[in-house]
Every structure is written in C-alpha cells, then in structure tokens.
C-alpha cells in the first residue's frame, strides 16, 4: 500500500455554490469529533494559505477576465495547484486524525470546469483532471463524496444569506452570479454521482423548501457511518 492510500478515510462535501458545504462539513467534523472519533476539516481552495489559494480569489474576482474566456482546463490547473500545495497537510492529517472531512475537493473542480463543454470533450476534460490530481500530483483519492443537491433558484437565495467572504467584496463571486453556469455544474455534478459508486446524494430542498440543516446532518452521518466502519476492518 502506498503512502497515498494509506490512513483515515476522506470524507469529501459537494454542492454547488450555496448549497451548505461549509455548513454541514463543520457539522460533520464536530459530530465526529464528539463521538469520540478524531477529526481534520480541510476546506479548498484554501484562498489565504496558497500561493494558487490567492490567484483563485483573483480568477473569482474577474481579474484574469469573463468566465468563458478562459479554456476550463487551465482555470482547473489552479484548483490543482492548491490541493498540491496542500498534498502534504492532506497526507499527515490522514495519519494524525481516524477520519479527514474535506469542504470541496478534486470532484469539486471536475463539476465546475466540465460543465464549461460537452460531450467528448467532457470526457477527455474529466480525464486530464483526473490524470493531474490523482496521476501526477498523486492526491489521495476519496472514499466518500456526499453531493448536496439543491436547485439553483434555492443556491441563490441561500448565497445571499452568506457571510463576507474572505476572497472578495462582492455579494457574489464570478461563479455564483452566472445562474445558467450554475445550473450546468448542478448537471454535471449529478452526472458524476451517476457514475461514481462512491458518491451519494442528500437532497437540500424539499417540496420546494429548504430542509432544516440539522436533518440534512444527519442523513449525512448515516451515510458516513458505514465508511468508518469498513476503514476499521
């Protein structure tokens, strides 16, 4: 077993934007950590502690343009150049922790820049990230991706509830104000949870009504239940 694969399993939080990731990343990495069950929570893009962190605050911000005129695959290299960046953090908390909670991770970057094209070009998109993250960066791979799906209409009234970010003045990011951009990374972030036998999806809205958190936390403890279960063995 190689360093990658070795130590506490990744428990990777996914939605798009105002869906609750932080919310409920925190959540779980405290009920974890109050079963008894030593807990690291690492959120990414890790905007103030990366060299790549900052120049994403900057892409989020408009200074390297529109979000169309950029081609996805160099917008994903920064993303990438965080978490690698970060590889080191992620390794020694999989070994100092029983389990690794992360606020967005490689999953996260495939969604966002795969829904900038379609078809072949997806594919062979979702490939090169995988090859840079996984083949050359050698991240470790997750053994859980929970999907919080929420419509975009809901996203965006849960956006504006947010608190000042730390990247940006604006009430929205370059992201999260494209709604049909959003409505397309929602697309391919199901499309993923179809194909992945490690992801699950926890729905955020009910009957057009925002679920109450402390629900949604605890469908998400159900499903992690089992995971630190098989890591054990």
């Known amino acids: 077993m190689?360093?990658?694969?070795?130590?506490?399993?990744?428990?990777?939080?996914?939605?798009?934007?105002?869906?609750?990731?932080?919310?409920?990343?925190?959540?779980?990495?405290?009920?974890?950590?109050?079963?008894?069950?030593?807990?690291?929570?690492?959120?990414?893009?890790?905007?103030?502690?990366?060299?790549?962190?900052?120049?994403?605050?900057?892409?989020?911000?408009g200074q390297f343009g529109a979000l169309n005129e950029l081609h996805p695959f160099l917008v994903s290299l920064l993303y990438a150049g965080d978490r690698y960046e970060s590889r080191d953090l992620l390794l020694a908390s999989r070994q100092s922790s029983q389990a690794v909670v992360l606020d967005r991770y490689v999953p996260s970057n495939i969604a966002h820049q795969s829904a900038k094209v379609q078809g072949a070009e997806r594919a062979q998109l979702q490939t090169w990230i995988e090859q840079v993250e996984y083949g050359l960066f050698h991240l470790p791979k997750p053994d859980l991706v929970i999907l919080l799906d929420v419509p975009v209409d809901s996203s965006q009234e849960l956006i504006r509830r947010k608190e000042k970010r730390t990247y940006t003045d604006r009430a929205t990011d370059l992201q999260e104000s494209d709604t049909s951009y959003m409505g397309a990374v929602r697309e391919a972030y199901l499309s993923l949870a179809e194909q992945s036998p490690e992801w699950r999806v926890v729905p955020v809205t009910e009957e057009g009504q925002v679920r109450p958190v402390e629900t949604i936390a605890d469908d998400i403890w159900q499903l992690v239940q089992p995971v630190l279960r098989l890591k054990e063995k």
């Open 2 to 61: 190689s360093e990658v694969d070795r130590g506490a399993p990744l428990i990777v939080i996914e939605g798009i934007d105002g869906s609750g990731k932080g919310t409920q990343s925190a959540l779980l990495n405290q009920r974890l950590n109050a079963a008894g069950i030593t807990s690291t929570l690492l959120s990414f893009p890790r905007y103030q502690s990366t060299f790549f962190g900052a120049r994403i605050g900057e892409f989020l911000n």
